[in-house]
């Protein structure tokens, strides 16, 4: 049943459109507290209807982080081990953020146009960022809407695409992080084999709605299975630059105690840059994760 986040009765929340794009900030909810499963369910519907979530000043240490995400599912460790919180593995840290001299966060990740976990053979769903510490200047996430981005397509190109499948590669996209970032370590033969390519489709549909969504990325997306060569490099090119047009687009500007959720069917993102010698940045992502039930549900036919 869909509930609508304003015709909850034991609560005062409020939606805020944050962009004619997407995204919306839910207001009078503390994560971190006891939260009814009837706020989760709307928070779901809100999430299949928004893309993005924004929770401003919430007081989160890692438990009340863990907890709360996990009430949307199962959660997932992510391939950068090194960059795990110590003793608490299901929190992955971001930034330019060191202890005693040596990097806890990864300082490179995101740069590029993606969507979390999609070199896995079942992606994670979710993603659920919270600022620990925010550059006053740079660092926004800009996130694009991936259904909005299909909507728009001609029909006759919806039509050539929605049977296309398209490549994705952990072991690509990390040799090209390491061309960047020579801190990050070599990708040994083990890790490789932990993390093979995979075959998604173009076009996935929410779970829940039915709702399309074109599903590729320049970070992962290597090619196209069916077309391979220059036609399909050109068309995944085409496909990835449609997608971040200004008009599908959100930046947020983070603030110290922002929790953003999103949606990784539905979602692209990236980070932008800031001046990391002057400014430290640290953020904590739990990941919700895919699973083979969820995936089958979001395959068109």
Same mark, same amino acid.
């Given at each position: 049943?869909?509930v609508?986040?304003?015709?909850?009765?034991?609560?005062?929340?409020?939606?805020?459109?944050l962009?004619?794009?997407?995204?919306?900030?839910?207001?009078?909810?503390?994560?971190?507290?006891?939260?009814?499963?009837?706020?989760?369910?709307?928070?779901?519907?809100?999430?299949?209807?928004?893309?993005?979530?924004?929770?401003?000043d919430?007081?989160?240490?890692?438990?009340?982080?863990?907890?709360?995400?996990?009430?949307?599912?199962?959660?997932?460790?992510?391939?950068?081990?090194?960059?795990?919180?110590?003793?608490?593995?299901?929190?992955?840290?971001?930034?330019?953020?060191?202890?005693?001299?040596?990097?806890?966060?990864?300082?490179?990740?995101?740069?590029?146009?993606?969507?979390?976990?999609?070199?896995?053979?079942?992606?994670?769903i979710?993603?659920?960022?919270?600022?620990?510490?925010?550059?006053?200047?740079?660092?926004?996430?800009?996130?694009?809407?991936?259904?909005?981005?299909?909507?728009?397509?001609?029909?006759?190109?919806?039509?050539?695409?929605?049977?296309?499948?398209?490549?994705?590669?952990?072991?690509?996209?990390?040799?090209?992080?390491?061309?960047?970032?020579?801190?990050?370590?070599?990708?040994?033969?083990?890790?490789?084999?932990?993390? #093979?390519?995979?075959?998604h #489709?173009l076009?996935?549909?929410?779970?829940?709605?039915?709702?399309?969504?074109?599903?590729?990325? #320049?970070?992962?997306?290597?090619?196209i299975?069916?077309?391979?060569?220059?036609?399909?490099?050109?068309?995944?090119?085409?496909?990835?630059?449609?997608?971040?047009?200004?008009?599908?687009?959100?930046?947020?500007?983070?603030?110290?105690?922002?929790?953003?959720?999103?949606?990784?069917?539905?979602?692209?993102?990236?980070?932008?840059?800031?001046?990391?010698?002057?400014?430290?940045?640290?953020?904590?992502?739990?990941?919700?994760?895919?699973?083979?039930?969820?995936?089958?549900?979001?395959?068109?036919?």
């Amino acid at each position: 049943m869909t509930v609508d986040l304003q015709d909850i009765a034991d609560t005062s929340l409020t939606l805020r459109p944050l962009s004619p794009a997407l995204g919306a900030e839910v207001s009078g909810l503390d994560v971190a507290h006891d939260v009814s499963d009837a706020t989760i369910e709307a928070l779901r519907d809100a999430l299949d209807r928004y893309g993005v979530l924004l929770f401003r000043d919430q007081v989160l240490d890692p438990e009340a982080h863990i907890a709360f995400s996990h009430r949307f599912g199962a959660l997932q460790e992510v391939a950068q081990k090194q960059y795990q919180m110590q003793g608490r593995p299901l929190i992955y840290v971001i930034g330019n953020v060191e202890e005693n001299g040596r990097p806890i966060g990864d300082p490179s990740v995101g740069r590029l146009w993606h969507s979390d976990q999609s070199f896995l053979q079942y992606p994670a769903i979710g993603s659920l960022l919270y600022g620990v510490e925010c550059p006053p200047e740079g660092a926004d996430t800009q996130f694009a809407n991936m259904y909005a981005a299909w909507d728009a397509l001609p029909d006759d190109l919806r039509r050539r695409i929605e049977s296309l499948h398209a490549i994705h590669s952990f072991s690509e996209y990390y040799e090209a992080l390491r061309e960047r970032d020579a801190t990050q370590p070599e990708l040994t033969d083990s890790r490789r084999a932990l993390y #093979p390519d995979v075959v998604h #489709p173009l076009v996935r549909r929410n779970p829940r709605t039915g709702r399309k969504a074109l599903y590729i990325n #320049p970070g992962y997306a290597i090619g196209i299975a069916e077309l391979p060569g220059p036609q399909g490099e050109r068309l995944l090119h085409e496909l990835c630059e449609h997608c971040v047009a200004e008009r599908f687009v959100y930046a947020h500007r983070w603030r110290a105690r922002d929790l953003v959720f999103w949606d990784n069917l539905a979602v692209n993102h990236r980070g932008t840059s800031f001046d990391e010698k002057r400014w430290v940045r640290r953020m904590h992502r739990t990941t919700v994760a895919g699973s083979p039930t969820v995936y089958a549900a979001s395959l068109l036919g």
